[in-house]
């Protein structure tokens, strides 16, 4: 079966440091995309950061960085700077090539703290 | 913005009773999806379609139905719901001509309590 893991049930980071969540997945395909979406109180699910297995470079956007390591099937956020708006939900996901059907973890609450 | 919306966004029935949740696209993206968030699970899907009239099962289909006429229009059936259908419900699309490769985009969910 093809599964996803966040280790991390809850965590918190003061305001303005650095924060890493982890993500770990199985699967016997070679090639697919990972995702993590953020789902603040309000309960949209808003996508974060996308990466393709394929790809060796590390996605980064804005304040938000992965780091993809495929032989160890992980897949861990990095977000710089926290903010008080980064208060939320966070899920990791993917996507095996041959299904297109999306694959989540169980979610990580993330507080950031004033 | 993806342009999706949900309906309704809350709705409390009594067990046994069918219940119709409706999702509405407004971009004639291809693929659609239907997922139920539950606390410890995250999300799951529970069926998607690539088309009209064009549909599969996802992980936790068993007690759900769902129909497509247009392209614009996804429908979730709970034949006769129960108390284990409480849930939060998730439509979502995918911009992309292969549903692998694209994310998906969420709608605002509706959230179905079953008395």
């Known amino acids: 079966a093809q599964t996803v893991t966040q280790s991390q049930p809850e965590m918190s980071v003061q305001e303005a440091e650095t924060v890493t969540l982890s993500c770990t997945y199985d699967?016997?395909?070679?090639?697919?995309?990972l995702f993590w979406y953020k789902q603040p109180p309000s309960r949209q699910m808003i996508l974060v950061i996308r990466?393709?297995?394929?790809?060796?470079q590390n996605a980064t956007e804005n304040r938000f960085s992965v780091n993809f390591q495929k032989a160890a099937k992980s897949f861990s956020l990095k977000i710089s700077d926290s903010q008080l708006g980064d208060t939320a939900m966070y899920f990791c996901?993917?996507?095996?090539?041959?299904?297109?059907?999306?694959?989540f973890g169980q979610g990580t609450t993330l507080q950031v703290k004033p | 913005d993806a342009g999706i919306t949900q309906s309704p966004r809350h709705k409390v029935t009594e067990t046994g009773t069918p219940v119709t949740l409706r999702c509405h696209q407004t971009?004639?993206?291809?693929?659609m999806y239907w997922y139920r968030q539950d606390p410890g699970h995250g999300l799951r899907l529970i069926h998607y379609?690539?088309?009209?009239?064009?549909?599969d099962k996802g992980e936790v289909s068993d007690g759900y139905s769902v129909s497509r006429s247009k392209t614009e229009d996804f429908l979730l059936t709970l034949e006769s719901a129960t108390s284990s259908q409480t849930s939060v419900y998730f439509c979502?699309?995918?911009?992309?001509?292969?549903?692998?490769?694209?994310?998906?985009?969420f709608g605002p969910g509706t959230r179905l309590t079953v008395t």
């Open positions: 979502a699309i995918s911009e992309g001509a292969e549903a692998s490769s694209y994310e998906q985009y």
């Open positions: 699967t016997s395909e070679s090639n697919y995309y």
């Open positions: 990466q393709e297995a394929y790809k060796q």
């Open positions: 996901a993917f996507i095996p090539s041959n299904t297109g059907k999306l694959i």
């Open positions: 971009e004639n993206h291809r693929y």
């Open positions: 379609s690539y088309g009209v009239k064009d549909t």
